[in-house]
C-alpha cells in the first residue's frame, strides 16, 4: 500500500525556517515525480514546487529563493526547506507523487499525504 507522511510543521514568526518532510513507502519514491502543494484558508490549493527523478526542483514565483525542495532517495524522502518564512505562507502543506509529470503538476497526482500545516505570524 502507498504511502505519504508529511511532518515538521508548526508555527513560527515572520522570517523564521522550517523543513517538511515526506516519507514515502510501499513503492520506490526514486522513480516518482513529487511535490508539494499547500492550502490556505478560503484559497484553492497550489503548487508550491516539484522534483524530478533526478533531483531537478521547479518552484511557483512566490517561494523562489526562500524554498528548496530536495529528495533522499535511499530514505524515501523528500525534504521543503522554507526560510524567510511570511504570514502569506501560512498553510496546510500536502506531499504528492505520481510517474506521470502532468498528473502531478495539474494536482491530480495518484498519491497525496494528510498534510501538515504551517503558520507564520507577523
Known amino acids: 500500500q502507498v504511502q505519504l507522511v508529511e511532518s515538521g510543521g508548526g508555527s513560527v514568526q515572520s522570517g523564521g525556517s522550517l523543513r517538511l518532510s515526506c516519507v514515502a513507502s510501499?513503492?520506490?519514491?526514486?522513480?516518482?515525480?513529487m511535490g508539494w502543494f499547500r492550502q490556505a484558508a478560503g484559497k484553492e490549493r497550489e503548487m508550491v514546487g516539484v522534483?524530478?527523478?533526478?533531483?531537478?526542483?521547479a518552484y511557483v514565483d512566490s517561494v523562489k529563493g526562500r524554498f528548496t525542495f530536495s529528495r533522499h532517495s535511499a530514505k524515501r524522502t523528500v525534504y521543503l526547506q522554507m526560510n524567510n518564512l511570511l504570514p502569506e505562507d501560512t498553510a496546510m502543506y500536502y506531499c504528492?507523487?505520481?510517474?506521470?509529470?502532468?498528473?502531478?503538476?495539474?494536482?491530480?497526482?495518484?498519491?497525496w499525504g494528510q498534510g501538515t500545516q504551517v503558520t507564520v505570524s507577523s
Open positions: 510501499g513503492y520506490a519514491s526514486s522513480t516518482y515525480y
Open positions: 522534483i524530478d527523478r533526478d533531483g531537478i526542483a
Open positions: 504528492a507523487a505520481d510517474r506521470d509529470f502532468n498528473l502531478l503538476r495539474t494536482q491530480k497526482a495518484t498519491y
